[in-house]
């Protein structure tokens, strides 16, 4: 007879003991359930609950999951692939007890990332945060590299009680005002009392340029554990909001005109304790990798775009002057360029230099997002990439000779341009593998035929509350 204590496919040594301690430790402190947390292709983040008494047989044999949630779109209808998408087949979703989180926004409830497994035990090739892990690891091993990433999170916060899937904006001060941050003090103040309760450190939280728009940054962390805070951070302030009768949305695209919510990616290469991109004898303190791992950023990211801007709204988003960085360009501290470099204050550099993605947002799958940028990012590492010349000011500026002159090239201005950019970068297909790689076409296709024949404020008005 067998036991929660005998090993079985996808644990790791020892969880089923902390499981249990966790789980008599959780319910001493009055939490009744667990969400399991993980985003789909298509960015939406889905979850499965267990009692907190099943913790410890969650660590043993997961939870229960059909792999045909790699294929479901943003409505939830579903696509398919090759081997993705049809009813057969079960998936195991393994908590990760190293960063699970009791919820000071959702009282009673505890929350924890998974891993998703087959029933023989082996990582399912669908999971975007083993890829993330795994594209982490390959960096480590081939190069001595780590990273340091953060994910910007804009959002637009409504009023609860505007009529149907309406968006009537919860503040009326001008953008970067004081009277936004006095209309939302007290849910502000609350959001930023249940990230430090979480354990999120927070560097900023203000009010941003469009409607009802506000931004949270966060600390820097590895990449899966920032792409896990992103998830909680999100889910944080969906539950803070709701208790003060709000609603908020993620999506790229609120209406179809003006400013939309981003998701920038701030992420640094480190070597052995030492910042790659402070200290260097290149361009604003670069090292000679640094340089070439933007220069391979910059390379790919027409492809890029089907995976950090996934949605047909994110391409409402992406317009031209108005910071969102759509044109192969970087500069320094020049928010127009698609990859910022950021030098940080004098003194503070070494610890502070990053470069900064603008063309990203909160649609994308964040494990996605962060693996296929550092894949890009090394390939151009890896082949001593050399970094173009810098622009400053807005690249919307220069004529078709000068931006050919330059190699600042527009990003796509639609999602299928993006799809088909994709299919065409085999390096970012290998490095998703053909299981990822072709779920992340197919998703793509799907939400393409879901909005066919919709004007832009339908699209917008079809995933204001998706994300």
């Known amino acids: 007879m067998t036991t929660l204590a005998d090993p079985v496919p996808g644990g790791r040594p020892g969880d089923v003991e902390r499981a249990t301690a966790l789980s008599a430790e959780l319910t001493g402190r009055g939490v009744h359930g667990i969400v399991l947390a993980y985003v789909d292709t298509a960015g939406i983040g889905r979850v499965k609950t267990i009692p907190t008494a099943k913790l410890a047989s969650a660590a043993a044999w997961g939870v229960g999951m059909s792999p045909v949630f790699d294929t479901f779109l943003a409505n939830d209808s579903v696509v398919s692939t090759d081997v993705l998408g049809s009813p057969d087949g079960d998936l195991r979703l393994y908590p990760d007890l190293d960063h699970l989180v009791v919820l000071s926004g ?38 001595g590299i780590s990273f340091q990433a953060g994910i910007e999170i804009e959002w637009a916060v409504g009023q609860g009680s505007a009529p149907g899937d309406d968006f009537v904006p919860a ?111 290149g361009r604003y303190g670069m090292t000679a990798e640094a340089e070439s791992f933007a220069a391979g950023l910059l390379a790919h990211l027409p492809a890029l775009t089907a995976v950090t801007a996934p949605s047909p709204a994110s391409y409402l988003r992406l317009k031209p002057s108005q910071w969102a960085g759509v044109f192969t360009a970087w500069g320094r501290e020049t928010r127009e360029s698609a990859v910022r470099v950021i030098t940080g204050t004098a003194g503070h550099r070494d610890q502070a230099a990053n470069l900064e993605v603008k063309p990203v947002d909160l649609a994308a799958n964040p494990y996605l997002a962060l693996g296929c940028l550092v894949a890009t990012g090394l390939d151009g590492l890896e082949s001593s990439a050399a970094l173009p010349d810098e622009i400053t000011g807005d690249p919307a500026r220069f ?35 053909p299981v990822l790689a072709d779920a992340v076409i197919a998703v793509r296709l799907g939400e393409i035929a879901a909005v066919a024949g919709l004007d832009d404020g339908q699209v917008a008005a079809a995933y204001r509350w998706k994300y």
């Open 171 to 281: 503040v009326s001060g001008p953008a970067y005002g004081a009277t936004r941050q006095v209309e939302l003090s007290d849910c502000t103040a609350e959001l930023m009392a249940a990230l430090a309760a979480q354990g999120v450190d927070v560097d900023q939280l203000h009010p941003e340029y469009a409607a009802g728009q506000f931004e949270i940054s966060v600390g820097a962390l590895d990449p899966v554990a920032a792409a896990d805070r992103s998830v909680l951070v999100r889910q944080t302030i969906r539950a803070v909001s709701q208790r003060h009768g709000l609603k908020v949305s993620f999506a790229p695209a609120v209406f179809a005109e003006g400013v939309g919510n981003g998701g920038h990616v701030h992420l640094s290469a480190w070597r052995e304790g030492r910042n790659l991109h402070s200290g260097g004898e």
């Open 399 to 433: 004529g078709a000779e000068e931006a050919a002159t330059r190699g600042v090239r527009r990003l796509p201005t639609s999602l299928d341009e993006a799809v088909e950019e994709f299919r065409k970068d085999e390096l970012l297909r290998a490095a998703l593998g």
């Open 106 to 143: 959702q009282p009673g409830w505890a929350w924890a990332p998974v891993d998703r497994v087959t029933q023989e035990g082996e990582r399912h090739p669908g999971c975007g945060r083993t890829f993330l892990r795994r594209i982490v690891a390959d960096a480590a091993q081939r190069h």
